[in-house]
């Protein structure tokens, strides 16, 4: 018969007394494994970083014409060599990837407040489920680009007259792509609803009379994050593709503007002479788009309670 150690007391109160560990730091435990979202996550650092703190370091005006120096290849003075005005590419691009993440996060979160406030409404309220998804339906039937280019021919001079050429695009292009992105975040956001309103701690929570504000915000919302951020990081790319076609359209900024859009508009008629025109920018938006999507799967798995832990 083996010999029972006891624990000591001060062991056990200590344990007691210990505070019980934040659960963000299980959700980062279970989004560090996931070896292409840290990957993603360094990538998009970098491209965050440099361009949030590239213009401080790389002080030429993106906007600066040298005709003396138009079309020059990469060099030292020039690392992403000049277009056809000598305005400096390098410059452009860091100006650029400023207006591509500015348009691709503000456009995210307007998509994502109205799909998920549409999503729980739809799905936790039964009387208001057929209204809010025949509107989903009706939204998800709209073909986007016509109805982006229709919104952008008819509102743009409007605000651009309230706001200025810069402001008023911008406020158009986040505006125009929040309300057509946030149908399938609804959809999405209502089926994991109507699955957790029949869960067994909701209907626990219900029996003692918890309002309907405080279960979603306490019980239904935390259990729909995962759905949620991985509809984010779509949205992001989803927003900043779309303000690039917008631009490559001539639809966008104004010309003297530079977006990685505009940059892959204006390097078009040089492709063939200069392809790194349109490489750069290219690279930049799908380097972006491919780093956020790659977060996007890594806080999916970090985020479901049924899969942290594994």
Not at 79 to 84: A, E, I, N, V
Not at 125 to 151: E, S, W
Not at 206 to 211: A, K, L, Q, V
């Amino acid at each position: 018969m083996t010999d029972v150690v006891p624990v000591p007391k001060a062991f056990v109160a200590d344990q007691a007394l210990k505070p019980p560990r934040n659960q963000w730091w299980d959700v980062w435990d279970q989004f560090r494994t996931h070896k292409g979202a840290m990957l993603g996550m360094f990538v998009f650092a970098f491209i965050c970083a440099a361009i949030l703190f590239g213009p401080y370091l790389w002080t030429l005006d993106p906007t600066r014409i040298d005709i003396k120096a138009k079309n020059q290849f990469s060099s030292l003075l020039h690392p992403m060599g000049t277009d056809q005005l000598g305005r400096d590419t390098f410059a452009r691009m860091l100006a650029g990837g400023r207006v591509a993440l500015a348009v691709g996060m503000t456009a995210m979160i307007l998509g994502m407040v109205i799909g998920t406030t549409v999503g729980v409404a739809a799905g936790y309220f039964r009387r208001l489920d057929g209204i809010l998804m025949r509107l989903t339906d009706l939204f998800l039937a709209l073909p986007l680009l016509p109805l982006l280019l229709v919104m952008m021919m008819l509102f743009r001079e409007k605000l651009k007259a309230y706001l200025g050429p810069e402001g008023g695009t911008f406020a158009l292009i986040v505006i125009a792509i929040g309300v057509t992105s946030w149908m399938h975040t609804a959809r999405v956001v209502r089926g994991d609803v109507l699955a957790l309103k029949e869960r067994e701690f909701v209907l626990a929570s219900r029996s003692i009379g918890t309002p309907p504000r405080r279960m979603i915000l306490r019980h239904i919302l935390p259990n729909v994050m995962s759905p949620i951020m991985v509809s984010a990081s779509l949205g992001i790319a989803n927003a900043m593709i779309t303000e690039s076609v917008l631009s490559f359209l001539g639809l966008g900024f104004p010309p003297d503007f530079p977006t990685w859009g505009q940059l892959l508009f204006d390097g078009v008629p040089y492709l063939q002479q200069f392809p790194e025109r349109v490489i750069w920018p290219g690279l930049a938006i799908s380097l972006t788009v491919l780093s956020v999507n790659y977060i996007g799967d890594g806080l999916r798995d970090a985020l479901d309670p049924r899969i942290r832990g594994r």
